[in-house]
């Protein structure tokens, strides 16, 4: 949780139009906000859709502020910095992360708002004006900065002159209308910008996995649009073929499996997945509870890369593997009595290695920065090795590599805190901390049992 004595503590009054930003006068606000809509508004349906409107410029207004703030903490944060010798390039380091905290967000998304927070201000003053004033949202402002970071200064100065000019306007643009408008301009101003930018989106394609509502995941490939027709077409084609010869599988369905079958190497493109074997071997880490395993206990299982699974599914995968003559390894964790988190592992050297380092990936799942949910890239230790910080799981943590290069700058300090917890303090004096996500359940003070870690091999 985010840290506020600081805002309790006494510090100096502010008065003046500086009082409307004090953290104080805010909370106070939002309390009483708060109650109001406890106790009902009272108000007629007229009022309500007034109060409605009228919130949501107050919400556009707060981004605003949010962004201000975001940008007067990266000025004040770079001039400290500098002071303390931290070389131009690197005086940006953390502040992203600070804001990402304080707005219980991600550090992708903090990144986002204080990019957005300085460039609208500086290059995009009509749009700044209208989102300001509550005009426009910060996704609006958002789809401007974006459909325009192709240009040069003057061309954006001259594209926000021209799009953004009239508030009114712009107030009642739709979102396309208004990425149609930045790109029309962009494209009569500099085309071949545009150029440049698309063949650099060309060489960000990648592909991606995030969970789904009931254990399914969504793959996503961002590809140039030629490559992502033609991907599209091929399933299509196989999903025709398959219903031409009276295949009972929807269209979506056989789209799907084909998919799967060709990426991992099947015979059958509009197979199963699980009709052929895999071409090369692919390894899951699977963590649950032996109860659940050898049991048909419902302890929840957790699956790396993914997240948490129900034992059900936990077992249909091991049972699968088994049926297919895969190899299974079994290897037993247990973990603390008192709080279900895994118990740590020693090591030696300075580097985590091998097995120590897997033991941290699976017991802190993803990254330990609060409201960071990225894959762990860096197992780090907490007490840094040059402060005589021990190679030990107690002392490691995983960490997305833009949080480990974070906390590098100036000013942050993490220790390992009570139970196994991480206690991170940021340049600004907040205290931020952190546990990792319990793995088993436990009842009546006792453990609930041991844990395994299943690693099923297709091959």
């Known amino acids: 949780m985010f840290d ?41 349906d007229g009022g309500r859709v007034d109060a409605l409107r009228a919130l949501e410029r107050l919400d556009c207004v707060i981004t605003a502020a949010q962004a201000h703030l975001a940008r007067e903490l990266d000025e004040s944060q770079r001039a400290v910095q500098a002071e303390a010798g931290v070389r131009p390039s690197r005086q940006v380091a ?108 060309e060489g960000e394609r990648r592909v991606t996995l995030r969970p789904a509502p009931d254990t399914m995941t969504y793959l996503t490939a961002l590809l140039p649009v030629k490559d992502g027709v033609a991907a599209l077409a091929a399933l299509t084609r196989a999903a025709d073929s398959a219903r031409a010869v009276g295949d009972e599988r929807s269209r979506g369905q056989v789209m799907a499996d084909a998919l ?80 279900g988190e895994l118990v740590a592992m020693d090591g030696r050297g300075r580097r985590f290695r091998g097995s120590l380092a897997r033991f941290v990936r699976l017991r802190d799942r993803i990254c330990r920065t ?20 021990p190679t030990r799981g107690r002392n490691a943590q995983g960490l ?22 991480v206690e991170t303090m940021t340049p600004s004096g907040r205290t931020v901390s952190s546990r990792p996500p319990p793995v088993a359940r436990i009842i009546r003070g006792r453990q609930l049992p041991a844990l395994t870690i299943d690693y099923v091999l297709a091959g």
């Open 260 to 339: 799967v079958a060709r990426v991992c190497g099947s015979a059958d493109t509009a197979a199963t997945p699980t009709s052929g074997d895999m071409a090369a071997p692919v390894s899951l880490g699977l963590v649950m509870t032996d109860a659940a395993l050898f049991g048909g206990a419902d302890d929840e299982a957790h699956l790396e890369g993914f997240g948490p699974i129900p034992a059900e599914l936990a077992r249909e995968i091991v049972s699968g593997a088994c049926a297919r003559d895969e190899e299974v390894w079994l290897r037993r964790l247990y973990a603390s009595p008192t709080s």
């Open 400 to 421: 997305c590599e833009a949080c480990n290069y974070a906390k590098d700058a100036p000013g942050w300090l993490a220790r390992p805190g009570p139970g196994g917890g």
């Open 94 to 201: 953390g502040v992203a992360q600070q804001v990402a905290l304080a707005r219980r967000e991600s550090p992708h998304r903090g990144r986002q708002h204080l990019g957005l927070a300085k460039v609208v201000a500086r290059e995009l003053p009509h749009t700044w004006s209208a989102w300001r004033a509550g005009r426009i949202t910060e996704w609006k402002a958002t789809i401007v900065a974006r459909e325009t970071a192709c240009l040069s200064l003057a061309d954006r100065l001259a594209v926000d002159e021209v799009v953004a000019r009239d508030a009114t306007a712009l107030e009642t643009m739709g979102d396309r209308e208004l990425a149609s408008a930045c790109l029309a301009q962009a494209a009569r101003l500099d085309a071949a910008a545009l150029v440049a930018r698309r063949r650099r989106a």
């Open 370 to 389: 609060p409201w960071c949910d990225a894959p762990i890239r860096h197992v780090d230790h907490v007490r840094r090795h040059a402060d005589d910080g």
């Open 4 to 44: 506020e004595r600081r805002v309790r503590s006494g510090e100096r009054p502010l008065s003046g139009r500086h009082a409307v930003l004090g953290a104080s006068g805010i909370e106070e606000w939002a309390t009483a906000l708060s109650g109001a809509l406890e106790a009902g508004s009272g108000l007629d």
